[in-house]
């Protein structure tokens, strides 16, 4: 499967279906099928949800500064870990036949 790096529009190409997206790409749009690939950012333990700003993706530019605001004032994680929920949230929202999620943390 490769990501989303093509010229066109990759979500209206006629061989999206073996495309991933990300949520820069797919916010505002309704997929029939959603797939999503949770990362070490987010896991379920102990029956809770529990986030990990550290394991977010290098490449993802959502948590720039995180670390240096999270140094200056501890209340920074919550931000983080509202920004990673977030995410996901949009994620698993895109299909039309949507599941209902509730992350409590």
């Not at 790096?5 to 061989?15: C, G, M, Q, R, Y």
């Not at 279906?17 to 990362?39: K, M, N, S």
């Not at 993802?60 to 670390?67: C, M, R, T, V, Y």
């Amino acid at each position: 499967m490769s990501w989303n790096l093509i010229s066109e529009p990759w979500a209206v190409a006629k061989d999206s279906v073996i495309r991933a997206g990300c949520i820069y790409t797919c916010q505002g749009l309704d997929f029939e099928y959603v797939g999503v690939i949770i990362g070490q950012d987010m896991i379920y333990k102990n029956g809770k949800v529990e986030v990990d700003y550290t394991k977010r993706a290098k490449t993802d530019s959502a948590l720039n500064g995180i670390k240096k605001m999270i140094k200056q004032n501890k209340e920074s994680e919550k931000l983080a870990e509202e920004i990673i929920k977030n995410t996901y949230r949009v994620l698993l929202t895109r299909g039309k036949c949507r599941m209902h999620y509730i992350l409590r943390g």
